[in-house]
C-alpha cells in the first residue's frame, strides 16, 4: 500500500450531518466545493458519525456534486459500536476481520465510492489482535477497496503492536496548543522514526471553547500576536501546529466557509521559533526549564 498525497489541512464531516450543523445535500456539495477551491481535498469520516447516518448523507451529496472522485481523498474509520444509552446500551470496540471488512463495506456504499484512500481503526481495543487486523486489511487491499491503513487514538506501544503485522502509515490523534502530550509521551517522536503521518482532530482546542487560567492566557497572547503576524487566532494555533516537524496535518470541524478559508491561509504563516515558545508557555503557565 502506498502513501497518499492528502492536503495539509484536512476537512473533518463529523458535524457536517445529525450531530452538527444537519446540511441538506445541496449544503454539503457546495462546502465540498469551497473545501475544493481553497486546497483542502481530504475529507475525514467515521461510520459512526451522525449514529450511522452521515456518510450516507454525504455520499449522496458527492454523487450529486460533479466532483471527480481521483481528484478528492476520503478517509474513514471503523472499530467503534454506537448503542443508545437511552436504553442501557453501552459503545464498544470489535476489530474482527469480518467485522473490519463489514465496516468498509458499508462505508463504500454509503459515501457513493469503490475505495477509500485511507482505513483507520478508531480507537484501540484492549482485544484486537494484529494478525486478525491483518488478514481484513490485506483482503480490502487486494480487493482494491482501501488504498492505505492506519490507526487513530492509538499510544506508541500500541502502534508498535498492530504494525508488527501490518504497516501503519496514519496515526490520528487529538493535538492542540491545549492537549499537547502528544510531544511530550513519544507519540510524534515515533511517527518522525517510522514514518508515520500525524493527524490532529481538535486542533483548536479548548482556547475558543472555555474560560480558564490557561484560557485567558492564551488569548491575551494571541491578541497580541495577531497584529504582529496580520493573522486571526484561529490561523496562530494552527500555525503553531504546522511548525512541528514531524507534519501534523490538521482536521478542521468547521462549516463556516470563512474559516475554512482562514485555515488554508494557515499554511503560509511561518511563526518565528522565538514566537511558537511564546505560545507553549501561555498554555504551559511556566517557562521553558
Not at 456518510?55 to 481523498?73: M, N, P, V, W, Y
Not at 472499530?79 to 446500551?89: L, S, Y
Not at 490557561?214 to 511548525?243: P, V
Not at 468547521?254 to 498554555?283: P, Y
Request: aromatic share 8%; glycine share 6%.
Amino acid at each position: 500500500m502506498a502513501k497518499n498525497n492528502f492536503s495539509r489541512i484536512i476537512s473533518g464531516t463529523m458535524t457536517w450531518g445529525k450531530w452538527g450543523k444537519q446540511m441538506n445535500s445541496k449544503e454539503m456539495v457546495s462546502l465540498m466545493h469551497h473545501c475544493i477551491d481553497n486546497g483542502i481535498t481530504t475529507f475525514d469520516h467515521a461510520d459512526i458519525y451522525g449514529d450511522y447516518s452521515t456518510e450516507a448523507d454525504f455520499g449522496l451529496a458527492f454523487s450529486q456534486s460533479g466532483i471527480k472522485r481521483d481528484s478528492i481523498q476520503f478517509i474513514s474509520k471503523c472499530g467503534i459500536h454506537f448503542r443508545d444509552p437511552n436504553i442501557g446500551a453501552i459503545n464498544y470496540y470489535e476489530y474482527s476481520k469480518k467485522h473490519i471488512i463489514q465496516s468498509v463495506e458499508n462505508s463504500l456504499k454509503h459515501l457513493n465510492t469503490d475505495y477509500l484512500d485511507v482505513l483507520l481503526l478508531h480507537r484501540p481495543s484492549p482485544l484486537m489482535h494484529p494478525h486478525e487486523v491483518m488478514e481484513a486489511v490485506a483482503s480490502l487491499a487486494q480487493e482494491g477497496k482501501i488504498n492505505d491503513f492506519g490507526v487513530s487514538n492509538f499510544t506508541p506501544s500500541q502502534i508498535e503492536l498492530i504494525s508488527s503485522e501490518v504497516p501503519v502509515t496514519i496515526n490520528q490523534i487529538e493535538f492542540s496548543l491545549t492537549h499537547h502530550e502528544a510531544m511530550h509521551n513519544g507519540s510524534l517522536d515515533q511517527m518522525i522514526l517510522k514514518k508515520i503521518s500525524p493527524m490532529a482532530w481538535s486542533p483548536l482546542g479548548i482556547v475558543f471553547k472555555e474560560d480558564t487560567e490557561q484560557t485567558q492566557r492564551i488569548n491575551k497572547l494571541l491578541g497580541t500576536l495577531s497584529e504582529k503576524y496580520s493573522a486571526t487566532e484561529d490561523q496562530l494555533l494552527l500555525a503553531w501546529i504546522l511548525k512541528h516537524p514531524s507534519g501534523i496535518h490538521p482536521v478542521i470541524g468547521t462549516t463556516n466557509k470563512t474559516r475554512i478559508t482562514n485555515a488554508i491561509k494557515a499554511i503560509a504563516l511561518d511563526l518565528e521559533l522565538e514566537d511558537w515558545f511564546l505560545i507553549l508557555v501561555a498554555s504551559q503557565g511556566h517557562r521553558v526549564p
